[in-house]
Antibody, heavy 120, light 109 residues
Framework: EVQLVESGGGLVKPGGSLRLSCAAS????????MNWVRQAPGKGLEWVSS????????YYADSLKGRFTISRDNAKNSLYLQMNSLRAEDTAVYYC?????????????WGQGTLVTVSS | EIVLTQSPGTLSLSPGERATLSCRSS???????LAWYQQKPGQAPRLLIY???SRATGIPDRFSGSGSGTDFTLIISRLEPEDFAVYYC??????????FGQGTKLEIK
């Protein structure tokens, strides 16, 4: 069974940093592109970043302006999101998600999400 | 930049009725890269449809997707009580990078 479990969320002050983790199991983690998607309270879904299986290709939403860094450790079956210079508008539930298949990048599996609150 | 516009914003229907949800893209996109998701309160999104018309594993056949170019549609043929939720369309490319629509809330009338 595919499982994605996020952790690392919490309350952080504006300008602060936070590192999210996503522990994956139930599939060959090193073979799949992974993503972070966020959802502000009461709002829609916003894609944050993707990383290819070998970390060769990394993409970010334009709105992040270099403040976030995605990474992965295939030996540990883990995905990460380093978030710096956090702002109130970064407050959201952050989901990690695995693509559907090798040939299709729809987001098939999702974690339960971790809440990040940016507030003084 | 591709912008996806979903309509209506809210759809009020009764169980047993047919639901038609629309997703319009600001520019023509490949139907290979259009997905639909369902999200219930407090839950993660669930993939329903990928490549515009292919149902994900375990999705009931009352859910169907269609469309091409700039206009895509999700149809729920006969609404069940568990279908009332928010639905999002999504475009993706082969990078991949993703764009979500703003969502359609399907509520019980």
């Amino acid at each position: 069974e595919v499982q994605l479990v996020e952790s690392g969320g919490g309350l952080v002050k504006p300008g602060g940093s936070l590192r999210l983790s996503c522990a994956a199991s139930g599939f060959p983690f090193s073979s799949y592109t992974m993503n972070w998607v966020r959802q502000a309270p009461g709002k829609g879904l916003e894609w944050v970043s993707s990383i290819s299986s070998s970390s060769s290709f990394i993409y970010y939403a334009d709105s992040l302006k270099g403040r976030f860094t995605i990474s992965r450790d295939n030996a540990k079956n883990s995905l990460y999101l380093q978030m710096n210079s956090l702002r109130a508008e970064d407050t959201a539930v952050y989901y990690c998600a695995r693509v559907h298949d090798y040939g299709d990048f729809a987001l098939r599996y999702w974690g339960q999400g971790t809440l990040v609150t940016v507030s003084s | 930049e591709i912008v996806l516009t979903q309509s209506p914003g809210t759809l009020s229907l009764s169980p047993g009725e047919r639901a038609t949800l629309s997703c319009r893209s600001s520019q023509s996109v490949s139907s290979n890269f259009l997905a639909w998701y369902q999200q219930k309160p407090g839950q993660a999104p669930r993939l329903l449809i990928y490549a515009a018309s292919s149902r994900a594993t375990g999705i009931p056949d009352r859910f169907s997707g269609s469309g091409s170019g700039t206009d895509f549609t999700l149809i729920i043929s006969r609404l069940e009580p568990e279908d009332f939720a928010v639905y999002y369309c999504q475009h993706y490319d082969d990078s991949p990078m993703y764009t979500f629509g703003q969502g359609t809330k399907l509520e019980i009338k």
